[in-house]
């Protein structure tokens, strides 16, 4: 069977990872890859117990002097032979969920849905902090439920789900770089309105990471990437001290109030992620019985027990 696998680099955000994998191990991901750097918070320890258990692959790296943290990750795991011909392929991070939209549930129906396509590119859907002052301990349910609006002008398509083979040279935070002289003919795109892409997405002048196409009015017909920007004040702080991924220096970014503010989206209900609740439950439950998770998730600074009812009914 074809397989799908999905790609992430992390330091120090310990106290999400266990409820991405599982959330996206219920959406179907076979195979999932997080290479970490420079972690103190006890999240590259979890990694290691899922990875031992043959959850995930765990790369563990030394960021090279002069390199982006990101840019050597995906160096590392594409050397490792983590990426074959034939794969489909997203790069999340962990504040990034994707979410397909009904009657879509899975990566599988996504993929079946595109037909000929090679890849989808996947309208950003900014959550807020919903209220929460502090970090509640999960983004998939009950807690965070406000976001922006379905139809709040342009919307940027962003991030890419796509058919791994000769024509891409390598992985992209949002896209993947393609071989020089492919064009639509080779690699046929869509945008999660279900429409072609632009062809300013075959542009080799603009095949940098923020490349971001922008759709139509209904940008969330086949799927959205929830994205929790933001999370709450607390987390917000957290990430700010760890810097960016994509820069060589981790202060390229200023995370400042302004930023929160400016991406602290909470104008509409939105609940077709918390829906998801009850299975993505079930996995975190699968996966905290696994040789040393749970300890491991103990060590985690900022972690909070994602099964709160489970723990109270025990």
């Keep these: 069977m074809t397989r799908t696998v999905l790609f992430s680099a992390q330091k120090n955000e310990g106290p999400f990872l266990l409820e991405w994998v599982a959330y996206h191990r219920v959406l179907g991901f076979s195979d999932i890859v997080i290479v970490s750097n420079d972690c103190d918070d006890g999240g590259d320890a979890l990694l290691d117990r899922l990875a031992d258990a043959g959850e995930l692959t765990h790369i563990r790296q030394e960021v090279p002097p002069g390199v982006a943290p990101q840019v050597s990750a995906e160096r590392l795991a594409r050397e490792a032979g983590c990426f ?24 599988r129906d996504l993929i079946a849905a595109l037909g000929d396509a090679a890849a989808l590119m996947v309208a950003w859907r900014f959550f807020g902090d919903s209220g929460n002052t502090t970090w509640p301990g999960r983004h998939v349910g009950p807690a965070f439920t406000r976001a922006a609006p379905r139809r709040k002008g342009a919307n940027a398509q962003v991030k890419t789900l796509f058919r791994y083979g000769p024509e891409i040279e390598r992985l992209d935070i949002h896209r993947p770089r393609l071989a020089p002289g492919v064009g639509r003919a080779h690699f046929p795109v869509l945008i999660s309105s279900g429409n072609p892409a632009d062809d300013l997405f075959y542009d080799a002048a603009r095949q940098r990471p923020f490349n971001r196409l922008v759709g139509q009015r209904r940008p969330y017909i086949l799927a959205q990437v929830a994205h929790f920007s933001v999370r709450t ?52 439950a699968r996966l905290l019985s696994r040789p040393g998770a749970t300890e491991a998730c103990a060590g985690i600074e900022g972690f909070r027990d994602p099964l709160p009812e489970a723990a109270d009914t025990s």
Excluded at 95 to 103: I, V
Excluded at 237 to 252: E, I, N, S, V
């Design 84 to 107: 074959r011909p034939g794969d489909w392929i997203m790069w999340l991070d962990l504040d990034e969920f994707l979410l397909p939209s009904p009657p879509h549930r899975t990566v």
């Design 233 to 284: 004040p607390d987390m917000f702080l957290r990430k700010a001290q760890r810097g960016d991924g994509y820069h060589t220096r981790p202060d390229a970014v200023v995370r400042d109030t302004a930023l929160y503010d400016g991406r602290n989206f909470n104008q509409v209900a939105e609940t077709s992620l918390a829906h998801r609740a009850p299975e993505t439950d079930e996995e975190i």
